[in-house]
């Protein structure tokens, strides 16, 4: 059960990203658009195959896609309207699985809207994808088995989440050994005042709940915390 603070968290996150936000372009910062340069040829082939309602709503602020993933089972945390899903898909091939979970209703919904159209798009006999609808903090509850995935991906999410240790938990309980975590997130270089932090539009915006330069640089680290090894 989370507790009250984090529930109105989850709550006032839902409400910008199922109703107020409706395209990156009602985004009221840049904080979480990223342009597409510099990205490898491939992916931009990729994208290019992702129907545009699910581009239309991405907010990401990275790219989350690393090289070799050939019949990978990859997990996106906070995967919105699935656009990387959807392009993680191709990358995977029919052999490999990509699961998408989110906690905001409305982004499930569009991103398995556009399944068969994705499965028909890259040729596939049958969706290499799945849609979950759960919160990042409690994969075992959305149905996430342990030691199931040699890749977790999130693209601008963990920085939403009050509880961060807790996702960094669950990450950790998800991938096979060896497996690998990859994330884009904001981070802040100044600590963030309380009530600056109790800001809802800049909270949803990403800008105020950021993970912070010094505590990524404390001799513990957040991810080691969380049983997750080194960055590098
Ligand atoms: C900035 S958007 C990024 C969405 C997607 N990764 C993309 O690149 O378009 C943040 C997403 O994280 C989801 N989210 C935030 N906190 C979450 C949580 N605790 N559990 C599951 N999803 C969460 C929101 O519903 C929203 O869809």
């Known amino acids: 059960m989370a507790a009250p603070r984090d529930a109105e968290i989850h709550k006032d996150v839902q409400n910008y990203y199922g109703n107020v936000l409706k395209t990156s372009a009602d985004l009221q910062t840049n904080a979480c658009v990223t342009p597409a340069k510099g990205v490898p040829e491939y992916i931009r082939k990729s994208l290019q195959n992702v129907h545009e309602e699910v581009i239309s709503r991405y907010y990401g602020c990275g ?46 919904e569009v991103a398995k809207a556009y399944l068969e159209y994705h499965t028909e798009k890259f040729g596939f006999q049958t969706p290499n994808v799945t849609f979950l609808h759960g919160q990042i903090e409690m994969l075992a509850e959305a149905g996430i088995q342990k030691e199931s995935y040699d890749i977790v991906i999130s693209n601008c999410v963990i920085n939403l989440v009050p509880d961060k240790q807790k996702v960094l938990r669950e990450v950790y309980q998800v991938l ?14 100044l600590e963030v005042s309380e009530d600056i932090k109790s800001h809802k539009v ?20 957040p991810c080691k915390e969380g049983g997750v090894g080194p960055l590098g």
């Open 202 to 221: 800049l909270w949803g915006m990403c800008s105020v709940s950021s993970l912070s330069v010094s505590v990524s640089q404390r001799s513990t680290p």
């Open 63 to 108: 790219l989350v896609v690393p090289e070799h993933l050939e019949n990978c089972r990859i997990l996106d945390l906070g995967s919105g309207s699935g656009r990387d899903c959807y392009v993680l898909s191709q990358l995977v091939g029919q052999k490999g699985h990509i699961t998408g979970i989110d906690m905001t209703k409305v982004q499930v």
């Open 176 to 189: 096979k050994y060896g497996g690998e975590l990859y994330f884009s997130d904001v981070y802040a270089s």
